[in-house]
């Protein structure tokens, strides 16, 4: 998604043409590509053809109202995550209320004061793109490591009815190139997403800087939603994201270290068999956990000093896959009476 915030396009729905004219001048200055309707009616006909990032929407209208065209907006699946805010000079707590209800993110009071108008457009404008992007770089990712993991259940299988061990350094050697860009990409966003977050948050402290006494619903609101709290959490989501996704950076950086594809396995390098064993130990970690058919095993490591060796790394690591495998398999069959088993390495 390359469109800045600057160039959204923005539905201001009135029916008054001085108020259409002020509103759509104020935000042409800003950078906003701006569309216009002056009834509810050809607000929904007109939006069916091109859906807009924001919608400003007249409360009191002929014929449908602004509550009536918000309802079917968020009616209807394709328009109801367009944020809509309410241009009212109703400001009664009840109108207010209702807008709320009926699924707006904020309101604008007449006659407008464009300084407020520019600072509410901006903040849910930034809001809605940060939404947009992060669902689409969720999809997106889950869609890819969905089909990954697919794919290593189904070599997984493939594995434990094959002894041909030759062809796991290929296959792992795959499989750590396809998690390398989407758990980058992930990782890059989350960086992007922690600067999102700084931004608006920042963004929001000025708002409650110079507008200090929000009308009661809001603050009401605010509270309802724990807004403190989701202040203080996100940035917190976001650390806990960046971990997650450095995690699996190591799980793929073992993948390659077992699979050796930066080696040419016809010649000898030199190597240290610890970060073999290591990789191997880390590949078949989901086998050292307990299920409802086996019991955890405990590795213990006992390494000695080993110097690094001139040997055939993707060749070792396949007799460590070997010797492990055999082990836990081994261990499995024993210990059905235990409360634990451990591995010595």
Same mark, same amino acid.
């Not at 948050?201 to 989701?230: C, G, N, R, T, W």
């Given at each position: ?135 689409? =770089?969720?999809?997106?990712?889950? $869609?890819? #490591? ?5 794919? %290593?259940?189904?070599?997984? /299988? *493939? ?120 990789? =191997?130990?880390?590949?078949?970690? $989901?086998? #050292? ?5 086996? %019991?955890?095993?405990?590795? /213990? *490591? ?44």
């Amino acid at each position: 998604m390359t469109t800045t915030s600057s160039s959204a396009l923005i539905l201001v729905v009135d029916d008054t043409p001085a108020n259409l004219t002020i509103m759509v001048e104020t935000l042409i200055d800003e950078g906003y590509e701006v569309t216009t309707a002056i009834s509810g009616e050809r607000a929904l006909k007109q939006i069916s053809y091109e859906l807009p990032e924001l919608i400003l929407l007249d409360i009191q209208m002929p014929g449908m109202d602004g509550f009536e065209t918000c309802k079917k907006l968020k009616e209807n699946p394709e328009t109801k995550d367009i944020p809509v805010i309410f241009m009212t000079a109703m400001a009664d707590s009840e109108s207010i209320v209702k807008g709320f209800t009926l699924g707006a993110v904020d309101y604008i009071t007449k006659p407008f004061q464009v300084t407020e108008v520019l600072a509410r457009v901006k903040t849910h404008i930034n809001l809605q793109y940060l939404r947009k992007n992060l669902e689409h =770089t969720i999809v997106k990712k889950t $869609h890819e #490591l969905d089909q990954i993991l697919n794919e %290593l259940k189904k070599f997984q /299988v *493939k594995l434990i009815q094959s002894e041909k061990m030759s062809a796991l350094g290929e296959l792992i050697a795959g499989i750590a190139h396809e998690l390398n860009n989407p758990i980058g990409s992930i990782y890059s966003n989350t960086n992007h997403l922690e600067i999102y977050i700084k931004n608006i948050i920042h963004h929001l402290s000025l708002y409650q800087k110079y507008y200090p006494h929000p009308v009661s619903e809001i603050i009401e609101d605010a509270e309802k939603m724990d807004l403190d709290f989701i202040i203080h959490d996100l940035p917190n989501m976001v650390t806990s994201m960046k971990a997650a996704s450095e995690r699996i950076t190591i799980l793929s950086t073992s993948l390659r270290t077992f699979s050796r594809i930066e080696l040419n396995n016809k010649k000898k390098v030199t190597f240290h068999i610890h970060k073999s064993i290591n990789s =191997t130990l880390l590949i078949l970690n $989901h086998r #050292l956990k307990a299920n409802q058919y086996r %019991l955890r095993i405990k590795v /213990v *490591k006992n390494y000695g000093y080993i110097p690094h060796i001139e040997c055939f790394p993707g060749q070792l690591g396949q007799v460590f896959m070997n010797l492990i495998s055999n082990a836990i398999d081994a261990i499995n069959e024993l210990s059905h009476q235990k409360e634990f088993s451990q591995l010595k390495v």
